[in-house]
């Protein structure tokens, strides 16, 4: 079975600044995709970033990117230039590439992100 | 139209009660999905509707029961529920089942609590 760990359960960066959050998975896939979900208060869920597995190359969503290393099954986020309307809970998530297996998505515990001014 | 569109966004109910969650999308995707969340905790898958067909219930107590209408709507009944329901229930869709590259869209969510 897929299991996503996020080992920081809480973050804070200081606004304007660089902060990287850790997700590793584990899997005996070989093709999945990948994500970083953003919940803020306002409870909507919303994506930030996805990457496929079969890609070497590191998504990139302007302030947003991952640092993606599949050998090592690791899979960062990296937030450049914090704003305060950043502060959100952010969920890494798995997802097997086979549409066999019902389109789960499988979601870390979270990390709580403050951005503070 | 980008959106999935969750109705109420807020419900209160008694334990003795009937009521049911709407959700709505108009962006063509094909299959549907209703979570459970806890506060500070992730999402809990509890159906997937794949061509308007339930493809998944992860062993939901049978006082949920989904229904999907058409391919733009699903709803979520709800019966004799107990307070350990009260949840944020989100609702998703993707363009296939799956997900695939695109991942879900999810809308903001119903706030439930049963009193």
């Known amino acids: 079975a897929q299991t996503v760990t996020q080992s920081q359960p809480e973050m804070s960066v200081q606004e304007a600044e660089t902060v990287t959050l850790s997700c590793t998975y584990d899997t005996s896939e070989n093709n999945y995709y990948l994500f970083w979900y953003k919940q803020p208060p306002s409870r909507q869920m919303i994506l930030v970033i996805r990457q496929e597995a079969y890609k070497q190359q590191n998504a990139t969503e302007n302030r947003f990117s991952v640092n993606f290393q599949k050998a090592a099954k690791s899979f960062s986020l990296k937030i450049s230039d914090s704003q305060l309307g950043d502060t959100a809970m952010y969920f890494c998530a798995f997802m097997n590439g086979f549409y066999n297996q019902g389109g789960k998505l499988i979601f870390g515990q979270g990390t709580e992100l403050s951005v503070k001014p | 139209d980008t959106e999935v569109t969750q109705t109420p966004k807020h419900l209160v109910m008694g334990m003795t009660n009937k009521k049911s969650l709407k959700c709505e999308q108009h962006?063509?995707?094909?299959?549907m999905y209703w979570y459970k969340q806890k506060a500070k905790k992730p999402p809990e898958l509890m159906f997937v509707y794949s061509y308007e067909k339930l493809s998944i219930n992860e062993s939901v107590p049978s006082r949920f029961s989904p229904e999907c209408p058409n391919s733009s709507l699903l709803n979520l009944h709800l019966h004799a529920l107990q307070p350990e329901d009260s949840a944020l229930y989100l609702c998703a869709s993707s363009q296939e089942s799956g997900g695939g590259v695109y991942g879900y869209t999810f809308g903001s969510g119903t706030r439930l609590t049963v009193v």
């Open positions: 962006m063509g995707h094909r299959a």
